[in-house]
Structures are given as C-alpha cells and as structure tokens.
C-alpha cells in the first residue's frame, strides 16, 4: 500500500507515541525501548530532511526550467528578427533573401514533424 509522505511520517510518529506510552510493559517484555525510538526517530527525520530537501530542489527545478524557456524564447526572437533583418537586407524576393527566410521556415517544419510524430505515438 502506497502512502503520501504525511502519512508516512504521521505514521512513524504514531508508533514512536504508542512505544513511548507503552515504554514499561514493553520494556518489562524485553525491548530495548531507547533503542526502538531512536532507529524510529533517526529514520523518520532521515525521511522528513530528504522530503524537505525534494521539495526545495523541486522548486528550483521550476525556477530554473522558467528561466531556461524565457531565454530560449528571447534567443528564437533575436535570432527570427536577425533573420527579418538580413532577409530585408539582400531582398525578400532575392534568392539570398528567399534562402535566409528559409532557416526559419524549415526549423519551424521539423518542430512541426516531431509534434506530429509525438501525437501518433501517443
């Protein structure tokens, strides 16, 4: 059975709880009752520090994939104004002009295939 992580936790918390109101009978019983909440302690802080340390990488992970798709975004439209640029330079209807809007045009066609080819995977 597959629990959240707060279950989890809330969990191993329970059962330092019920060890711990229980220590006497279960220690009568021979258990090593700082033993028991020690390891069930140790490891449920091992679990909450390596939960709280996903979490902050996760979030960075968005901070970054935002920064990483606005540059890319920024370096496509420097890039296709460039391209307006040298077009308009040469002239459009020029062959020079005609090959240099084609970079644009064929880049946009193989993003347009891959899409295409992703959904007929799917």
């Known amino acids: 059975m597959a629990l959240t992580k707060t279950q989890t936790i809330g969990f191993c918390e329970a059962v330092i709880d ?26 449920t802080e091992a679990a909450m520090n390596a939960s709280s340390e ?8 968005r901070i970054s994939t935002a920064k990483t798709e606005a540059l890319l975004k920024s370096a496509y439209y420097n890039a296709s ?7 308009g330079m040469y002239g459009k209807t020029t062959e020079m002009g005609r090959q240099t809007a ?19 995977a799917a």
């Open 54 to 61: 996903h979490e902050t990488l996760k979030a960075k992970m």
């Open 81 to 87: 104004s460039k391209v307006d640029t040298i077009a």
């Open 102 to 120: 084609r970079l644009r045009s064929t880049i946009a066609r193989a993003a347009r295939k891959t899409v295409t080819a992703g959904k007929d």
């Open 18 to 43: 019920f060890v711990e109101t229980n220590r006497e009978a279960l220690a009568n019983r021979g258990a090593n009752i700082d033993q028991l909440i020690a390891d069930l302690r140790g490891e």
